[in-house]
């Protein structure tokens, strides 16, 4: 038979690992918000200047008939006169290539350079009251570090 002395030594040692498993997960759930409110605050702050590339998308069919589908991708504004980067791939095969801005307009887009190897491309629209997305400084990131990745492919 246990002592008393063993008994509540017993329950008190699980009192404290119940407290300290409560603290953690209050911890890690504070920790998860400032995450999610960090993640939240970028997102607002970048998503203006994210657009959705889209076009026409031509694929010739083995009998030899024209088959016309639509494709698209994302994009961001860097400049206020109407640069945008997107990917390289995006732009393969398309045709007729739009720009689809947050604020509902859409302009028509020129391809200003295109570079298949590092999958980067720039277009061009003409438009006004941009807003743009601005570079940050690669060399001050650290490996492990994370990073947000913000799209527009609706």
Do not use: W
């Not at 991708?73 to 995006?90: A, E, P, Q, R, W």
């Amino acid at each position: 038979m246990k002592k008393l002395s063993e008994i509540i030594n017993t329950e008190t040692t699980d009192s404290k690992q119940n407290q300290i498993s409560n603290d953690n997960k209050n911890n890690e759930s504070s920790l998860l918000d400032a995450y999610s409110q960090a993640v939240i605050s970028a997102t607002q702050k970048v998503s203006p200047a994210v657009v959705q590339v889209k076009g026409t998308n031509i694929k010739t069919q083995p009998a030899g008939r024209n088959n016309t589908n639509s494709g698209n991708g994302s994009g961001f504004i860097i400049s206020n006169d109407g640069l945008i980067v997107t990917n390289s791939h995006v732009l393969s095969e398309i045709k007729d290539i739009e720009i689809a801005l947050q604020d509902g307009r859409v302009f028509k887009a020129i391809i200003k350079g295109n570079d298949p190897a590092s999958d980067l491309a720039v277009l061009k629209i003409n438009a006004l009251n941009l807003t743009i997305a601005h570079f940050g400084d690669s060399s001050k990131l650290k490996a492990g570090q994370l990073v947000i990745a913000n799209c527009n492919n609706q």
